[in-house]
């Protein structure tokens, strides 16, 4: 059972469309990441939300973090081929991270 | 700061065999783990060490053992090697939140193949 579901699982859209991605858990956490990891890659750290409600802009994308602290989003407007890639979402519970399932993004150019 | 390293890049084993993944960091972190990514599972937390001489288990630590003897280093070893181990393994680290850890760093992944 994973801690983090998110979803969709994959996702394939043409360039300039916008999209979202979806984090949910039942469990109530600290704080939310959204890493990026393109393949043979490690992953990247994205952004981190804190406050439940949270809104924040990384240029074409947009991470909130849900007034419950159970449940984050990643939108992206005007998608980019450079924006193809895996994008994880993870929180840390006590000493432990967990991490989504992950959402394998490709833009069509 | 090369950051995060870990060696080797790929590795093929033989079902029995032992072996150990290397990894180090020059940020001096306290806090490093260890994870394996599968198809559609995401990243699980095998060992994690919150300082030097401390470690602990994540959620599937059977078949791997881990030490921390210097703040830089994090070796993971795998006893004896079955198929069900063949995955891609990250090493990470990030400071101690002191609550819990802060935004991690990972190291370029080793591709471990068990025939």
């Known amino acids: 059972t994973q801690l983090l579901e998110q979803s969709p699982q994959f996702l394939s859209i043409q360039e300039g469309e916008n999209l979202t991605v979806y984090c949910n858990s039942s469990?109530?956490?600290?704080?939310l990441q959204w890493y990026r990891q393109e393949p043979g890659e490690g992953p990247v750290l994205l952004v981190t939300?804190?406050?439940?409600?949270e809104v924040k802009k990384l240029k074409r994308l947009t991470f909130q973090f849900g007034d419950a602290r159970k449940d984050s989003s990643l939108h992206i407007t005007a998608a980019q081929p450079g924006d193809t890639g895996l994008y994880l979402c993870?929180?840390?519970?006590?000493?432990?991270?967990?991490f989504g399932t992950g959402t394998s993004l490709t833009v069509i150019p | 700061n090369a950051g995060v390293t870990q060696t080797p890049k790929f590795q093929v084993l033989k079902t029995g065999q032992s072996m150990t993944l290397q990894c180090a960091q020059d940020m001096n972190h306290e806090y490093m783990s260890w994870y394996r990514q599968d198809p559609g599972m995401g990243l699980r937390l095998i060992h994690y060490?919150?300082?030097?001489?401390?470690?602990d288990q994540g959620e599937v630590p059977n078949g791997y053992n881990v030490s921390r003897s210097t703040t830089e280093d994090f070796p993971l070893r795998l006893l004896s090697a079955a198929p069900s181990q063949t995955s891609v393994y990250f090493c990470?680290?990030?400071?101690?939140?002191?609550?819990?850890?802060?935004?991690?760093?990972f190291g370029p992944g080793t591709r471990l193949t068990v025939t």
């Open positions: 939300v804190v406050t439940g409600g």
């Open positions: 993870a929180g840390p519970t006590g000493n432990q991270f967990y």
């Open positions: 060490s919150v300082g030097a001489g401390i470690t």
């Open positions: 990470a680290s990030s400071y101690d939140g002191g609550v819990s850890p802060y935004e991690q760093y």
């Open positions: 469990s109530v956490f600290s704080s």
